[in-house]
């Protein structure tokens, strides 16, 4: 049983450019949920998408922007990065209807901003 | 709004000594609580959970108590090894649905031989 899968593992980006981060839920999950964390931070919650819509999401600008295919995977998309968008960025998977929103986290993709 | 405040680390202890890693939170209504754990290098790990009052969640040792009257959900363990070496974060989420979790800060703990 595959968990959560996310790519890259790792991403060098510098100011002002763009980037897609990709993540495949745990079998059998329908809904993802995007989370940076900071360094020495807790992880703060980006949005979470179902149904491939947008569902919930957090304090972050529009510059922040997700997907969610047929299949259930998901793309987190940062646009005009900033120093500050350097974190990790987890990926977590849950399945709608659950009574007490089991997530199942991925590894991560730790993007640096330069 | 939903937060959580846990103990501030880091924490340093020696083996098999009882530890204890304090966490509070503020939410409406009767969240579901979590404790997540992060190796070095790794994502987060579900830990334990509880989803009511006076629930009790457990694995590998450690234990916490969903407390309403005191709003906490503090982690605790008789005795701690080397490999319990991680992050640990305090989680909130509501119960019903696919709701965003709510962490704490985080609590590094090391443990020497």
């Known amino acids: 049983d595959a968990g959560v899968t996310q790519s890259p593992t790792h991403l060098i980006k510098t100011r002002g450019q763009q980037v897609t981060l990709r993540c495949s839920p745990k079998s059998g999950h329908d809904t993802v949920s995007w989370y940076q964390q900071a360094l020495g931070q807790g992880p703060q919650f980006i949005f979470q998408?179902?149904?491939?819509?947008?569902?919930q999401r957090g304090n972050f600008p529009d510059r922040f922007s997700g997907h969610q295919f047929p299949n259930y995977s998901s793309e987190l998309n940062v646009n005009a990065l900033l120093l500050g968008d350097s974190a990790l960025y987890l990926c977590?998977?849950?399945?709608?209807?659950?009574?007490?929103?089991?997530?199942?986290f991925g590894p991560g993709t730790r993007l640096t901003v330069l | 709004g939903n937060s959580v405040t846990q103990m501030e680390g880091p924490v340093t202890l020696s083996e098999e000594a009882f530890l204890t890693i304090n966490c509070t939170y503020t939410a409406t209504g009767y969240p579901s609580l979590f404790w997540y754990v992060q190796y070095p290098g790794e994502g987060l790990q579900l830990l334990l959970k509880a989803t009511k009052a006076d629930d009790k969640g457990s694995n590998k040792g450690f234990e916490a108590t969903y407390r309403k009257e005191t709003t906490s959900f503090h982690l605790e363990k008789g005795s701690v090894q080397v490999s319990d070496s991680a992050v640990y974060f305090c989680?909130?989420?509501?119960?019903?649905?696919?709701?965003?979790?709510?962490f704490g800060q985080g609590t590094r703990l090391t443990i020497n031989p």
């Open positions: 977590a998977s849950s399945l709608v209807g659950q009574l007490y929103n089991e997530q199942f």
């Open positions: 989680a909130l989420t509501r119960i019903q649905g696919a709701q965003k979790l709510v």
């Open positions: 998408y179902y149904e491939e819509e947008e569902r």
